[in-house]
């Protein structure tokens, strides 16, 4: 079983978007953790919905190609993601990306060190998680992120009025 960290955001319709995909990972695999939701304002698309961002952690026995195509597309799929060509920021049902896979391939998300909607759910979960290429903790990773004058957008607001984690089995 590989141990995988997943990021997922949605902004269009993002509460339930986020509670099916995360229901629909369980028949997948394993769950093994998940961040709290965190509310964040669209990067590159002003004037979009805000975003509502968690991290999960997944234990699977796919490698990462079929677990993209199949676990990842078929999630996305059922929850209607159009993807734009010509709009890689437009609103979307639901994004699943994999952040970090436990061997090492696929390489790490590198929104990781870029982004605080993708780092601050992970450094959650994986606090300790050295970010390959990078060197650094995630923890680490986040809260620079997230200081002030940090080159990143808006610091992730968690959500109290949304936990996924009765969802995910793993109590609230």
Not at 25 to 31: D, E, V
Not at 94 to 110: F, R, T
Not at 139 to 155: C, F, K, N, T
């Amino acid at each position: 079983m590989a141990l995988v960290a997943l990021s997922l955001g949605s902004n269009i319709e993002p509460a339930r978007n986020l509670t099916l995909a995360v229901a629909m990972l369980r028949g997948a695999g394993r769950i093994v953790g998940v961040s709290r939701v965190y509310g964040t304002e669209p990067v590159g698309a002003p004037g979009s919905p805000s975003f509502l961002n968690a991290a999960v952690l997944f234990e699977t026995p796919l490698d990462p190609a079929t677990f993209k195509r199949d676990v990842i597309g078929g999630i996305e799929r059922a929850l209607g993601r159009v993807r734009d060509p010509g709009d890689r920021n437009a609103p979307r049902t639901i994004d699943i990306d994999i952040s970090l896979w436990e061997s090492g391939a696929p390489p790490p998300d590198p929104d990781i060190t870029r982004r605080a909607h993708v780092a601050v759910p992970l450094a959650e979960l994986l606090p300790e998680w050295i970010v390959p290429g990078d060197g650094r903790p995630l923890g680490q990773v986040a809260a620079a992120l997230v200081a002030p004058g940090a080159a990143s957008e808006a610091a992730p607001r968690p959500r109290a009025d949304l936990s996924l984690r009765g969802v995910a089995g793993l109590g609230a």
